[in-house]
């Protein structure tokens, strides 16, 4: 049976066609860390099998890539070191999607040629357990809120979201 996918379904790991929807450059919600945040959508395959049995839907799947450009201590400083680090996964990045990285201004970049390009990448799902709100006792122990279960199947609310494990270079479609 042909499923459209949905978050209760894990996206299966595989090699899939993605294209950048579109690419910003911002500043995270929690840190205020520079990022490049790519919205991508599956292209191909349209269709994939799942281990339970039955197909799913892949193909338009949109799911969002985020890859800081310097990393801040808790100060507010770059930290030198480790911005060397996310300077190489960008240069990585760039490279794989076939961009000119010798431009690249950490400051400013110019992120719009990522857009409509096509790439293979490896895609997983990324689980999550849907949790009650933590009582003061679980606070206390530092432990998490209990996992909600369906009322009716008393099954463990779990959702899933397509993540990019990898991107391994440019795709022709």
Known sequence: MLTKWNSSISLPRDNYIVRVTDAQFG???GKGTPMITLSLEVVSPDVMPLPEGGEVTTAGINLKHYITTQIMDDNGDVNVTKT???AARVKDLYEKFGLDYSTFDNNNPNVSPF?????WALLKAERMEKRRDATQEQKAK???GSIIK???TG??????FPKVESFYGEAQV
């Open 27 to 29: 500043q995270s919600k």
């Open 84 to 86: 060397e680090g996310a």
């Open 115 to 119: 857009i409509g390009k096509t790439v």
């Open 142 to 144: 530092g432990e998490l």
């Open 150 to 152: 369906d009322p009716i």
């Open 155 to 160: 099954k463990d609310q779990i959702i899933h």
